[in-house]
């Protein structure tokens, strides 16, 4: 059987192996891209999985200032469809990383 120091030192090394890999997810997930889009494509909003914002188009047919409450409701909704893409793509890169841990359903790992 283990000694205690032998069991602390396996689970002192796990942790360090787990927090290395947990950095070397963030460090994917903010090259892996995602494109919200609102009002059929006249908005379209690209980001990181991370949530960075990388970029905006507008559609020029937009660009009337008649038309500004729709463009600011587009933009909103845009963002939040990246956003949600986003979180979708960094879960499915969190999945992979965990899996085959013991981890309890449910549970949130830091920095996801």
């Given amino acids: 059987?283990?000694?205690l120091e032998e069991m602390i030192a396996a689970a002192q090394s796990a942790a360090q192996t787990i927090q290395t890999q947990m950095e070397q997810a963030q460090t994917v997930l903010d090259?892996?891209?995602v494109e919200g889009a609102a009002g059929g494509g006249l908005v379209k909003i690209r980001?990181?999985?991370k949530g960075r914002i990388l970029g905006v188009a507008i559609d020029d047919s937009l660009m009337e200032l008649s038309e500004k409450q729709m463009?600011?409701?587009l933009i909103t909704?845009?963002?939040n469809d990246c956003r949600t893409k986003a979180d979708a793509a960094s879960n499915?890169?969190?999945a992979?990383?965990?899996q085959g841990l013991p981890i309890p359903p449910g549970f949130k790992m830091p920095f996801s």
């Fill in 92 to 94: 499915a890169e969190m």
């Fill in 71 to 73: 463009l600011e409701d």
């Fill in 1 to 3: 059987m283990k000694s």
């Fill in 47 to 49: 980001a990181t999985a």
């Fill in 96 to 98: 992979k990383l965990t």
């Fill in 31 to 33: 090259t892996i891209e």
């Fill in 77 to 79: 909704a845009a963002i």
